[in-house]
């Protein structure tokens, strides 16, 4: 007999500090997603971990207004398939609704059908407001190919 799906964990939040972001890029190029702008003004970064204190993984938000971009969320690989990914996602919209926001976007090359299981749509291009459309995440570091998606959180 199958023992079921894991519970998921409980998690806890860090906000990262700048000299901590080694580790977050060193999970985001394990991952093959996009490091080169961690380190700029205006990215927020969390570090999650179990409450028993083990790594879980790392999420980013940018504040453009009224929107959010989510960035840089990735579940370290021995705690993948038990929710963690969905729990970081979930705290980063309440910290994204805490800064007045009422809308997330983001963008994924392979985590479209992830997202959308937490309510995120596609979306397209044009209707991305200007400020998310000029940050590097969208501009250049994501290619054109990638899916972009939203949720009204608000």
Same mark, same amino acid.
């Given at each position: 007999?199958? *023992?079921? *799906?894991?519970?998921?964990?409980?998690?806890?939040?860090?906000?990262?500090?700048?000299?901590?972001?080694?580790?977050?890029?060193?999970?985001?190029?394990?991952?093959?997603?996009?490091? =080169?702008?961690?380190? =700029?003004?205006?990215?927020?970064?969390?570090?999650?971990?179990?409450?028993?204190?083990?790594?879980?993984?790392?999420?980013?938000?940018?504040?453009?207004?009224?929107?959010?971009?989510?960035?840089?969320?990735?579940?370290?690989?021995?705690?993948?398939?038990?929710?963690?990914?969905?729990?970081?996602?979930?705290?980063?919209?309440?910290?994204?609704?805490?800064?007045?926001?009422?809308?997330?976007?983001?963008?994924?090359?392979?985590?479209?059908?992830?997202?959308?299981?937490?309510?995120?749509?596609?979306?397209?291009?044009?209707?991305? *407001?200007?400020?998310?459309?000029?940050?590097?995440?969208?501009?250049?570091?994501?290619?054109?190919?990638?899916?972009?998606?939203?949720?009204?959180?608000?």
């Amino acid at each position: 007999m199958s *023992p079921g *799906p894991r519970p998921a964990l409980k998690l806890v939040a860090f906000p990262l500090a700048n000299w901590e972001r080694d580790g977050l890029k060193a999970a985001l190029r394990k991952a093959r997603l996009p490091s =080169e702008d961690v380190d =700029e003004d205006g990215r927020q970064f969390w570090r999650f971990t179990t409450i028993n204190d083990m790594p879980a993984g790392f999420g980013g938000l940018e504040i453009h207004g009224p929107d959010a971009l989510l960035r840089s969320v990735v579940t370290l690989p021995p705690l993948r398939g038990r929710g963690v990914g969905r729990a970081m996602v979930a705290a980063l919209e309440t910290e994204a609704q805490s800064h007045g926001c009422g809308t997330v976007y983001l963008i994924t090359t392979t985590e479209a059908a992830f997202f959308a299981k937490l309510g995120y749509a596609p979306c397209e291009r044009p209707q991305v *407001p200007a400020a998310i459309r000029a940050s590097a995440q969208f501009s250049s570091l994501c290619p054109e190919s990638a899916a972009v998606m939203v949720k009204r959180i608000g």
